[in-house]
């Protein structure tokens, strides 16, 4: 054959295996290919590749290279006014697009134009920028680069408008100038501070690099484009090839935090581990990742992976640096500590770094610690306990600044009885209030899961940004209502409901007294105080707020929102607890779809509303409607976001429970330990649910007979049940009335006695007479006096045992039943005289 | 920024020539195709993404309905509208690469950087250049697979308007494109 004709024979041949299954390939070459292994080989060659070819080239050109087209040729000439600005001169073009030096012509001063590069460039970007407009024109700091506009040119592409920082990167700067160590420290701490000031403005970078940081002649650093990067995201976060794009296009990832490149949230503490990068470099004159290559997948890895070389070590290897030595200790560890990986094991806020600088330039300890796999288990519990009080003091200075902003505010509005003045005051206040509340949500979500148990530390911090809210917001009660809700969802998240109760309460009578009734925040201050008074067993009071946040949500959101789902499921709780599972079903169940509907069927919320509605289906007796819910839940646990992991314990928990009631006994001791295991690793060794799940777990031993195994187990939850809850708690009792129980069955009754005596004492005080647990007890404590040989003290107990067993559960009950048969078991020992 | 719409007349005359035999048609084409082509892309980045007639539109169509008065061109002169407009869109976009990773190998020093984020390959964009070159060779074995591949990805053309260019059936061009992703991607892979 020739080779064109060859050829032809080999695009013949991949074509016609192309329109079969690929598991037919292998019959029709053997066929069509006959002997000829080299023809055979080449078609072999151009199939192995259909796996990977997928979308490839599928995209048009066009589409694929716009980016590289577009960016040929400037868009404005010398000269050209754009609004109010006439055009100088291009002098640059970065990742976000065309920078020009312009001048302002009603005010003749020089400005930087900032053209938004068309890939980016979405027509919602300038109604964003202008909701953010006055927050980011409100930067007002020596060290940040003034925000002045920004618009739209007549050709469509949106602009803003800067202070023109005629400055050179604060690298280079650095190393034209051969700054010692000592003077860039100086510098840097300008930079810290800088964005702290942003920081308690409510603004964070998001894009914090050393071409962002420019060094004016005068040696000031300047930062320039804050809050940008937040408007850009914003407005791409849409499409994903329009994510891909500007991954590609723009983004620096050396900067990026870990939470950044995972596409998670962002807070203040990402701003200070890009801080800690340019801090490296600055130190080093090197990255802190050792990477083969610059693509951006190696370096996204090294960033989320990846620990950095210790400052000291790099600088060692770079002749340039003078004396590396001196890096060792305090600046590694403070380097270090900016850029861990976990946010909230950085410094809270730049201000810290700042602070632990100084210190370190005194002579005096710092904070920052050397990051040793010992310390970082060891430490774990103190470690977030101060991570969540440092986050919870940013808060309580953000909201400090809140309250002298209002009340700048108030001021304005006296002075000037204008009624625009006074809509723009409003609208402002209310900008702001959103703000914090965001900024508080954030802050305080992404500490509340790593809290410890109740930690004094954080209840002061908490309890002091109550007080000063109810005292200093009065004359502000929407923005108090806000903040005060806020905390009360803050005290629920680290289980502390009574205070939750008190800022909740507080939160509703500020709202009821400004926004009315029908107001959404008045109705989810009323949904959550029902929930933080159902934590509490105070059901009676929590179903008719509930119920009535429910109503309001209805009518506020007649199509239903996330607020109704969340309402609902505060209802639906209360009506669980007040023994109304049939009226809580329906609730529940709505509750579901619309937590899934609008939160997503991944969301920690979508989990706990499954496990909801499966608490409700068991207490209707739909055991296996329950258990159907709780494996869901469980499903949807294994990818939910960290701090929702308790959610995932909770239920895991629940299927151990009815596997229990269900027999299944191997899979409930599967599932208990799970579900102690996940608690453990949310909330600590030391925490009240160990106990509860170990009881549980006693109780499966029990009843597969395994005294010993359940001996021990009761042991142990005894222990520590008895610091969290009072002596005369169901949990306590139970532990107490199983322990003695099983010590009987184990040949020890005389050791069993005292525990059952104390069980039924207490009970009595404290249960109905008619309760089902007070005549368990009865004849429990009757089987281990009857083991005793004590027949004439068992008798009255295992006789008032079963008598109440079969008034108050019926004669077939599996209680009355065993009540019954130990009965029969003195009556043969011991016959009735 | 101009945009002069050259009078439709001038390419719609030049297409008949064409047509007609004129063998300089074709280069007094290239010149206001290009220009047009080059000012739409531009726009075309500037529009909102979510303008799906856009998405669904290629430039080439654009471009033609812009410069060409189409009923008074023949099929013929669409297919060598095509044609030239998709070799085009391939010459433009392929240069702009080329001087794109010059620029990126720090050839073009006259712009001030103010930013690393060129320095940053990016790895989910098709190589055109290297594309450019493998599909040149494909031509030489495959030359009506290749062009079913430049109007297809560079002249975004859809499958029934290849066939009509190429006067072949559709399931041909499908055929074609099937096996040109394979061997493109292929030759792709070994020379990198």
């Known amino acids: 054959m020739q080779a064109a004709e060859r050829a032809q024979v080999v695009a013949e041949l991949v074509e016609s295996a192309l329109e079969s299954e690929p598991n037919r390939w292998s019959a029709f ?127 469509g592409v949106p602009y803003f408008v800067m202070e023109y920082v005629d400055g050179e990167r604060v690298d280079a700067y650095c190393d034209r100038h051969q700054l010692n160590l000592h003077d860039r420290l100086y510098l840097f701490r300008k930079i810290c501070s800088a964005v702290a000031y942003a920081h308690q403005h409510l603004v964070i970078h998001r894009d914090l690099k050393p071409s962002n940081i420019r060094v004016t002649k005068e040696g000031e650093p300047k930062l320039l484009d804050f809050g940008i990067a937040k408007l850009l995201e914003d407005e791409t976060a849409t499409g994903l090839t329009e994510r891909t794009i500007t991954l590609a296009g723009v983004m620096t990832p050396d900067y990026a935090s870990p939470e950044q490149i995972r596409g998670e949230a962002m807070t203040t503490a990402s701003d200070v581990y890009s801080l800690g990068v340019i801090l490296y470099e600055l130190l080093t004159g090197s990255k802190p990742y050792r990477t083969k290559s610059r693509r951006l997948e190696e370096i996204s890895r090294a960033i989320t992976e990846q620990e950095p070389v210790r400052p000291s070590a790099t600088a060692s290897n770079n002749p340039k640096i003078q004396n590396p030595k001196s890096l ?73 600044g809140l309250i002298a902003a209002l009340w700048e505010a108030e001021n304005a509005r006296r002075q000037r009885d204008v009624a625009q003045r006074e809509r723009y005051v409003a609208q402002r206040e209310r900008l702001k209030a959103q703000r914090i509340n965001t900024f508080l949500q954030e802050m305080l979500g992404a500490a509340a899961p790593d809290v410890k148990g109740v930690d004094i530390k954080v209840a002061d911090v908490l309890s002091e940004a109550s007080r000063r809210a109810r005292a200093e917001m009065a004359n502000q009660p929407e923005v108090m209502a806000e903040v005060l809700l806020t905390l009360g969802r803050t005290y629920i998240s680290i ?49 008719p707020l509930a119920r009535r946040a429910v109503e309001l949500q209805r009518t506020l959101s007649p199509e239903g929102n996330e607020d109704l789902g969340v309402a609902l499921y505060c209802w639906g709780m209360n009506l669980i607890r007040k ?60 990818g939910v976001e960290p701090r929702y992991r308790i959610y995932l314990a909770q239920a895991t928990g629940y299927l151990g429970e009815l596997l229990t009631n269900k027999g299944a006994y191997s899979e409930a001791e599967q599932r208990l330990t799970e579900a102690e295991t996940l608690y453990r690793e949310i909330l600590g060794d030391i925490n009240s649910n160990t106990p509860i799940l170990q009881l549980d777990l006693g109780r499966v031993y029990f009843l597969k007979g395994d005294y010993a195994k359940a001996e021990m187990k009761y042991r142990e939850a005894l222990a520590l049940l008895v610091k969290f809850f009072p002596p005369e708690s169901f949990y306590v009792l139970s532990a107490k009335g199983a322990l003695g129980l099983t010590l009987t069955r184990l040949g020890k009754p005389a050791e069993g ?64 039943i065993e009540a019954l048969k130990q009965l029969h078991a003195l009556r043969e020992v011991w016959p009735k005289r | ?89 391939r010459r433009i976009l392929v240069h702009h690469a080329r001087a794109h990773n010059a620029a990126k190998r720090g050839g073009l020093e006259q712009k001030l950087s103010l930013d690393e984020a060129r320095a940053v390959p990016c790895e989910t964009v098709v190589d055109l250049v290297a594309l450019d070159g493998v599909l040149e060779s494909f031509a030489e074995t495959y030359p009506r697979k290749s062009e079913v591949v430049e109007l297809k990805f560079f002249g975004g053309l859809a499958t029934k308007e290849i066939s009509e260019v190429l006067q072949v059936s559709e399931k041909t061009v499908l055929r074609d494109w099937s096996f040109a992703k394979l061997w493109l991607h292929n030759a792709l892979r070994d020379g990198s």
Request: glycine share 8%.
């Open chain 1, 495 to 543: 289980g502390l409901y009574e205070p939750a109760e008190v800022n909740l309460r507080a939160a509703l009578e500020a709202s009821l007294k400004a926004n009315g009734e029908l107001h959404p925040t008045t109705a989810r201050s009323m949904a959550v105080l029902g929930l933080a008074l159902f934590f509490q067993d105070k059901a009676t009071e929590g179903e």
């Open chain 2, 1 to 89: 920024m101009s945009v002069n719409l050259k009078p439709p007349a001038d390419v719609t005359q030049i297409l008949r020539d064409w047509s007609g035999g004129d063998d300089n048609a074709s280069a007094r084409l290239m010149p206001l195709v290009y220009e047009e082509l080059r000012r739409l892309a531009r726009n075309y980045l500037r529009r909102e993404r979510s303008d799906h007639t856009l998405q669904a539109t290629a430039l080439v169509h654009e471009a033609y309905v812009r410069l060409v008065d189409a009923r008074n061109v023949d099929w013929q002169g669409r297919a060598h509208f095509f044609r030239t407009a998709a070799k085009l869109m």
């Open chain 1, 29 to 155: 070459l053997d066929e069509k290919c006959g002997g000829d292994a080299a023809l055979r080989a080449d078609v072999d060659r151009l199939l192995r590749s259909h796996d990977q070819v997928g979308d490839f080239i599928e995209e048009p050109a066009y589409q694929v290279a716009a980016e590289i087209f577009a960016g040929d040729g400037s868009e404005l000439g010398a000269g050209q006014l754009v609004g109010d600005y006439r055009v100088l001169s291009l002098v640059g073009e970065g990742g976000m697009g065309e920078v020009y030096l312009a001048e302002d012509t009603k005010l003749g001063r020089k400005v930087a134009l900032k053209l938004v590069k068309p890939g980016l460039g979405r027509a919602n970007l300038i109604h964003s920028f202008h909701r953010e407009e006055r927050i980011l024109a409100g930067l007002n700091d020596p060290h940040i680069a003034r925000l002045y506009g920004g618009g739209v040119t007549p050709d």
């Open chain 1, 579 to 638: 023994g109304e599972p049939k009226a809580a079903e329906p609730v529940l169940a709505e509750a579901v779809e619309l937590i899934r509907k609008h939160f997503g069927d991944t969301h920690g919320y979508y989990l706990t509303s499954l496990t909801a509605l499966g608490l409700a289906r068991k207490a209707l007796g739909n055991v296996d409607g329950a258990e159907i819910l709780y494996r869901r839940a469980i499903e949807v646990g294994r």
């Open chain 1, 753 to 816: 006695e005292p525990y059952l005596r104390e069980a039924l004492q207490t009970r009595q005080k404290v249960l109905a007479p008619d309760s089902p647990v007070l005549s368990l007890t009865e004849t429990a404590l009757g089987e281990c006096l009857l083991a005793q040989k004590r027949y004439a003290e068992a008798e009255p107990f295992l006789l008032h045992g079963y008598e109440e067993a079969k008034a108050n559960l019926g004669e077939k009950n599996a209680q009355t």
């Open chain 1, 328 to 400: 060792r200790g305090d600046l590694d560890n403070i380097v270090l500590m900016a850029m861990r990986k976990e946010p909230s094991r950085r410094y809270a806020s730049a201000g810290q770094l700042s602070e632990d600088l100084r210190r370190h330039l005194e002579g005096l300890p710092v904070t920052a610690r050397k990051d040793t796999i010992a310390y970082r288990t060891s430490k774990f519990v103190a470690r977030n306990r101060i991570a969540v009080a440092a986050a919870l003091l940013v808060a309580l200075a953000i909201l400090a």
